[in-house]
């Protein structure tokens, strides 16, 4: 039987001389001895096929139809034997890993032997029988080094690493040389570490160390799938469908795909994506924790030894209500994990619903479908720290993004705000805190429980270089650990660690700890052990005497794999007792699929001059404390605090939790009056406007006293022009209004002030517009025009505009008497109590309409302007263009302040209010100071100089509003 196990954490290639890098998976096949059987078999076998493949190939006709290894498709006597062994032949049981096989040897070498009888000519049973009746030894290795499916190969690697045998030799399968393939490190931190404890998990269990599953031998087969889901569905197809593996299809008449029992895969992206491609076969999963795998719709045949992450939230909500943390922030990502997450959390409440119920407060981070950026991380830290009474923070985070979150805390200076509360993805880990411990001091974190096995350090220590040590180990993964486990060059390695300068003795042996034990790889062990123990039950309750792969081969095809499943999940195993006593337990599966082992709560303390994970407590459907360990937490300043924070709604406030009541916005902080003056943006904002109204006041104050006092004729505008320079003062003014929080007095100038001071401005050049229109309508031509009496006295254009401005007070102060600004409303908005004229809900609507009527006055006005826009001694083009820049920036604050946030409202109007303010002031009054200031320096004749004393237009007298720069 056969353990198929995808051990790709990082054991990648690139291959030279293809289009683009290329991911190379690598093949081990495991044997355990048997006395039936010959490792000649795995060496001459192999090679002989390999050669006989290499002559068709080179004996092909011109045009003949290739497979990608260069076999031809024809019927010959070989390929006949192989199709025909394939359909016909029982399929062996295998326990499958995701990176691993395991099977019987005996019987697939009888297997073989049967097939060569049967279907074999008499010239290739005597060349390959000899094989078959030599005794194989332990530690048998079949390795094929290829490109993956579809590519040219490179080189096959064909033999066995036995004692006193020779090495695995390059055999061409294409007319080039070999090509040197260059490696990428390696993953030692998980992937390799996992791999050794497979291969003990194999030895242990045929050398019949466990009772449980004496008697019983099984082989294993590794596939390095870098790490890519792709590639691990590719591997489950290929080898299912018997199309081969690694880039050999006659890799399944050695290791036939209907002798695996179970697939072992790790992570759960790599799961959940071979469950599919293998829906019936059982997977087996030493670390894959993902909530969605637990569906038995989609994958109906799962199972894990770890629990799922839902699991996880019900230890972590355990904790928090063991420290009476009532309300807990929740910090997680956009992505499949972090929106899962965040249900299964909501589930987990909703189930609870009573004392031992937490409050969650969910915060977003990150893009949807991506990592957190540390901008991302800082603003959702922001938002929590805002909610004061929020002292705990769950980072629901995969381990590339903690850092990441912890950065953050440590660039805002949050460190000691939160209690900070981790999953299994933080565990123990100190690649995570590294050079971040500062921020994360007081974490409490999760791990699952797991025992080091002081038997795995004795097998590691007795791996060696030389072929009778390797345990199976591929001879180049083998020297790349030993070479950056010691820090030294293998020299003759086929790839040489040219980084470290010491040269390795190929004869010592790896030092203790070379091994890092932790949760994978125990996991990795108890997965090989329940499968194998499951297998061991069937063959025992089912079978009886009948040989294991004779009497699946009996059952439907159907029922062979659902039965295989149905014993793997009923398995119960005490895990490895008779090398762990009294901390082994007994493993089983529950009826959701997956190991019920517990966690360990761990909590990231100061020992010493250095940093530790301490363990606290346990968690095994209920948190239970560890005695003479307590929860120590830290301040800002990193010193321990003497009491554990609080994290609860406090009593009589709202916040937002079920069952609450009171105030909503008591906690939340107020802002000052003056709080965004304060601010970069309210600063520079205050300078502008302050820097408008002075420049109005010189424009006001050098007008009056350089131009001429005495002014001659009626049609005169000068009263119109200071009228229109008032208003422009008075908008600059108002702005403060806005630049402040709401106040009653403030909503009181909002509400009245904005639409008046419009008024006066629009009011003064409507009428002028319209004076302007007139002379130029009755004018026969520029430089002529009527005598104006009456109402084009200047006190009469004042008086008629005053008159327009009128009817803005008027509904400015209905609107004061009507809904009284006597308070303000307080709206939560971004952690803070935001103050907002009442009523809240209609407010900025409200004031958008209150300036309807202005908006009516500019309009008409631009009109006017436009229509004498000819007139050439007039400012009515001047006039236009200042008006349409008001008219935009009153359509763009109203549309602003009634569409987006608050925070940008007010600012929308002040903006608006220096635009419109501004241009009126440099389209015609600094316009009009330079054009004064010039003619008061020319010295012209008396005549031109009583024509500008006179004022008004050019058949009267030319009045301060317009002055024309003459040549």
């Known amino acids: 039987m056969q353990l198929v196990y995808n051990v790709a954490h990082g054991f990648c290639k690139l291959f030279t001389g293809l289009t683009g890098p290329l991911c190379c998976e690598r093949c081990l096949l495991h044997r355990a001895g048997h006395p039936h059987g010959s490792a000649a078999h795995l060496r001459s076998g192999l090679q002989r096929h390999l050669q006989r493949l290499l002559r068709l190939r080179r004996e092909a006709p011109v045009g003949a139809e290739r497979h990608p290894v260069g076999r031809v498709r024809r019927r010959h006597q070989f390929e006949l034997l192989r199709q025909r062994g394939r359909r016909q032949q029982p399929g062996l049981p295998h326990l499958r890993a995701a990176h691993h096989i395991i099977g019987l040897n005996d019987q697939l070498l009888l297997f073989q032997r049967r097939r060569l009888q049967r279907y074999g000519t008499a010239k290739t049973a005597q060349r390959l029988q000899p094989g078959l009746d030599q005794q194989l030894q332990p530690g048998r290795l079949l390795r094929h080094r290829l490109p993956e499916s579809g590519a040219q190969p490179l080189r096959v690697h064909a033999g066995e690493l036995q ?17 040197r393939i260059p490696v990428r490190p390696m993953n030692l931190q998980s992937g390799f570490n996992n791999l050794l404890a497979f291969h003990y998990a194999i030895d242990l269990i045929n050398n019949n160390s466990d009772p449980d ?194 950065t953050a805390v440590r660039e805002l200076g949050l460190q000691g705000r939160f209690v900070l509360l981790g999953l299994d ?28 096995v002081p038997d795995l350090d004795r097998w590691v220590a007795e791996i060696g270089l030389a072929p009778a040590r390797r345990k199976g180990i591929p001879v180049d993964w083998l020297e790349e650990f030993w070479q950056h486990t010691l820090k030294c060059r293998l020299t003759g390695s086929s790839v040489i660690q040219t980084q470290y300068a010491t040269v390795c003795d190929p004869s010592g042996s790896l030092p203790a700890g070379a091994l890092t034990q932790n949760g994978g790889t125990y996991s990795t062990i108890l997965s090989a052990f329940i499968a194998a123990k499951g297998v061991a039950d069937f063959q025992r309750a089912e079978c009886g005497t009948t040989a294991t792969d004779v009497c699946l081969y009996r059952m439907p095809a159907a029922t062979r794999l659902a039965t295989i499943y149905r014993y793997i999940s009923n398995a119960q195993w005490r895990v490895l007792q008779g090398r762990l006593g009294n901390d082994s337990l007994l493993f089983r599966f529950t009826t959701d699929g997956y190991g019920d082992r517990g966690y360990d709560v761990l909590n990231f303390v100061r020992s010493g001059s250095g940093y530790v994970y301490n363990k606290i407590g346990y968690w095994r459907n209920r948190y239970v404390p560890q005695a003479g360990q307590s929860l120590a937490t830290y301040g800002p300043d990193g010193s321990q605090l003497a009491a554990t924070p609080s994290s609860a709604c406090p009593t009589g406030v709202d916040c937002g939790c079920p069952g609450d009541s009171g105030d909503p916005l008591a906690l939340l902080p107020k802002p000052d009056v003056w709080d965004r003056a304060r601010t970069p943006w309210g600063a520079v904002l205050l300078a502008l406007t302050t820097l408008g109204a002075l420049v109005t006041l010189v424009a006001i104050g050098f007008l009056a006293y350089a131009f001429p006092r005495k002014v001659q004729g009626t049609a005169g505008t000068n009263y119109l022009g200071f009228a229109c320079l008032v ?44 004076v302007n229109w ?194």
């Open 213 to 406: 599953v004496s008697g019983f031998k099984f082989g294993g087969l590794s596939i390095d799938v870098c790490q890519s889901e792709a590639r691990a569905a590719t591997f489950a197809f290929s080898y299912t469908s018997g199309t081969g593996i690694c880039g050999y299809a006659g890799f399944t008449d050695l290791v036939g795909p209907l002798t695996a029992v179970a697939y072992l895969t790790d992570g759960s992206a790599v799961s959940a994506r071979l469950a599919t491609v293998v829906p019936d076969s059982t997977v087996v999963s030493p670390d894959a924790t993902a909530i969605s795998l637990s569906s038995r719709a989609f994958y109906p045949r799962f199972l894990r030894v770890v629990p799922p992450d839902s699991v996880q939230i019900d230890a972590l909500l355990d904790v928090a209500s063991s420290y009476n943390w009532s309300v807990v922030s929740l910090i997680h990502d956009t992505t499949p994990f972090g929106l899962a997450g965040k249900a299964a959390f909501e589930a987990a409440i909703a189930r609870r619903n009573g004392s031992q119920s937490v409050c969650m407060k969910y915060i977003g981070a990150g893009a949807a479908g991506s990592a957190i950026s540390l901008a991302e991380a800082k603003a959702a830290l922001q938002s929590a720290s805002r909610m004061a009474y929020v002292n705990a923070l769950i980072a629901y985070l995969p381990e590339q993004d903690l850092r990441t979150l912890l």
């Open 425 to 452: 993805s933080w565990a123990d880990k100190m690649s995570v805190v590294q050079g971040l411990e500062s921020a994360a001091l007081g974490a409490v974190t999760l791990r699952q429980t797991y025992f080091t």
């Open 163 to 179: 004692q006193h045998g020779p090495e695995p030799r390059a055999v061409p399968v294409s007319p080039r040389q070999p090509v």
């Open 774 to 967: 007139t002379i130029y309508r009755a004018a026969g031509s520029p430089g002529e025009g009527p005598s104006f009496t009456g109402l084009s006295h200047p006190v009469s254009l004042l008086g008629l505009s005053i008159c327009i401005c009128l009817v803005s007070a008027m509904l400015g102060t209905e609107w004061l008497i009507l809904q009284r600004p006597d308070s303000v409303e307080l709206v939560a908005y971004e952690g803070v109590a935001w103050s907002r004229c009442s009523p809240s809900s209609f407010y900025d609507e409200g004031l958008a309409l209150s300036c309807l009527y202005p908006a009516g006055l500019l309009v008409a006005a631009v009109v006017y302007s436009l229509l004498s826009w000819d007139a050439d001694l007039t400012d009515s083009r001047q006039v236009a263009l200042g008006l349409l820049f008001c008219a935009g920036a009153q359509l763009c604050w109203g549309c602003v302040s009634t569409l987006t946030g608050y925070k940008w409202r007010d600012p929308a109007i002040f903006v608006a209010n220096l635009v419109a303010a501004g241009a009126v002031l440099l389209c015609l009054y600094v316009r009009k100071v330079v054009q004064v200031c010039r003619v008061s320096r020319e010295k012209s004749s008396s005549a031109e100089d009583q024509n500008i004393a006179s004022g008004g237009y050019p058949t009267k007298s030319i009045s301060m509003d317009d002055i024309k720069i003459t040549s």
């Open 727 to 770: 208003g422009i003062l008075l908008i600059f003014a108002i702005n403060i209004a806005f630049i402040a929080h709401a106040t009653p007095v403030v909503c009181t100038i909002r509400r009245f002030g904005l639409s008046l001071v419009y008024c006066i401005v629009y009011a003064s050049l409507l009428v002028r517009s319209v």
